[in-house]
């Protein structure tokens, strides 16, 4: 069983994060590990943490001499911010609608918000793209690749190649991905990711934030990974409990989703053929199962509930009226939840593919 636990606040000492199962043998590389982490941080929208914060990190266990030793990893990765926050503990006394603080500090019986801020802050998804990585080597080793892009932020939407050719062919896979790594928004299209920084400019000047849709394409996933016996055993529901769990997230579709709804059972299902489906309508799973095809996933995500230009909240001492809180916070950061998805897509396949073919080295 592969499974990983993250520790840390956002202006902690720094992020850990331990990483349990990964077989024995799998070659590693930290130049790629910090490329990876470079790509979540870096994006057109994200404040002035993002430049402040190098994510330089240190693998502390499981791995020697380039490979991974079977025993568990554990990555950590420092908070240089730390060092300017130290002493100066600043309390929230006005929660920000749309953010964890006024549920989590009721919840957990707190008499400001910060502590609840600090850990759902998404800094916390640095830890994940640094284990992601792992699982992305694992994959790799048996031809499974994963690519993402940005589909659209606020009302832009890219003009970007049909969504069935998107779902269903590996070149037009490859090339977005190529494409998206060029743009600061991770679009596919340079002149609509020239319209969406054009518009995080608007909302930065207005001192509000966007959100937007990106997707993830999995290519070479055999079939049989995951299973239709439990609940908790669905490849599908796995991955969108692990999409779902991105800060901000809040929509998941696998294969053509809730268009399926609007469509006859004839229309909305993939004829089996060989050596290759004419549709993957499904996304690459059913029942629970991969079968072959690409997975397929679009996910959602709200604005950043940090406003510069605060919506109306309450003090908690006193439940009166006042604007929300205001903290250094992003604009925009769909293509960096873009990247953090990659790697939780990683994660749950590599997961699904250890309990195919088991084994304690690769």
């Known amino acids: 069983m592969l499974r990983f636990l993250t520790a840390g606040e956002s202006h902690g000492q720094g992020l850990v994060?331990?990483?349990?199962?990964?077989?024995?043998?799998?070659?590693?590389?930290?130049?790629?590990?910090?490329?990876?982490?470079?790509?979540?941080r870096k994006g057109y929208g994200r404040g002035a943490r993002a430049n402040i914060e190098k994510d330089d990190f240190s693998i502390v266990s499981g791995v020697l001499n380039g490979k991974t030793t079977g025993a568990p990893i554990c990555v950590l990765i420092p908070n240089k911010d730390y060092e300017n926050w130290k002493g100066k503990y600043v309390p929230i006394y006005a929660p920000r609608p749309g953010h964890a603080d006024f549920p989590g500090m009721i919840k957990y019986g707190f008499e400001d918000c910060r502590p609840i801020a600090e850990r759902a802050s998404a800094r916390e998804t640095a830890a994940r793209v640094a284990c992601g990585y792992f699982a992305k080597k694992l994959l790799q080793k048996e031809g499974i690749k994963i690519f993402s892009w940005v589909v659209s932020i606020g009302e832009i939407e890219a003009n970007l190649p049909p969504i069935e050719e998107r779902m269903s062919k590996v070149d037009v896979v490859e090339k977005l991905f190529q494409l998206a790594e060029l743009s600061e928004v991770r679009c596919p299209n340079l002149e609509d990711s020239e319209r969406m920084k054009k518009l995080i400019d608007q909302?930065?000047?207005?001192?509000?934030?966007?959100?937007?849709?990106?997707?993830?394409?999995?290519?070479?996933?055999?079939?049989?990974?995951?299973?239709?016996?439990?609940?908790?055993?669905?490849?599908?529901?796995?991955?969108?409990?692990?999409?779902?769990?991105?800060?901000?997230?809040?929509?998941?579709e696998i294969g053509l989703g809730f268009q399926l709804a609007k469509l006859f059972g004839s229309e909305a299902h993939d004829p089996i053929q060989k050596p290759k489906r004419p549709t993957n309508?499904?996304?690459?799973?059913?029942?629970?199962?991969?079968?072959?095809?690409?997975?397929?996933?679009?996910?959602?995500?709200?604005?950043?509930?940090?406003?510069?230009?605060?919506?109306?909240?309450?003090?908690?001492?006193?439940?009166?009226?006042?604007?929300?809180?205001?903290?250094?916070?992003?604009?925009?950061?769909?293509?960096?939840?873009?990247?953090?998805?990659?790697?939780?897509v990683a994660l749950v396949l590599a997961d699904a593919l250890l309990e195919v073919k088991g084994g304690d080295r690769w």
């Open 203 to 252: 909302a930065k000047e207005k001192g509000d934030t966007l959100g937007g849709i990106f997707e993830v394409a999995v290519v070479g996933v055999p079939v049989g990974l995951g299973s239709h016996v439990h609940w908790d055993r669905r490849l599908d529901a796995r991955l969108a409990a692990s999409i779902m769990s991105i800060p901000g997230v809040k929509g998941v």
């Open 17 to 40: 994060v331990i990483l349990e199962g990964m077989p024995a043998g799998i070659e590693v590389n930290e130049e790629e590990l910090s490329k990876e982490l470079s790509r979540r």
């Open 281 to 344: 309508k499904a996304g690459g799973i059913e029942g629970g199962i991969s079968n072959g095809e690409i997975i397929f996933i679009r996910a959602a995500m709200k604005p950043i509930p940090t406003l510069a230009n605060p919506l109306p909240s309450i003090d908690v001492r006193n439940d009166q009226p006042c604007p929300a809180h205001v903290e250094r916070s992003d604009v925009c950061a769909v293509g960096s939840a873009a990247v953090v998805a990659e790697a939780m």
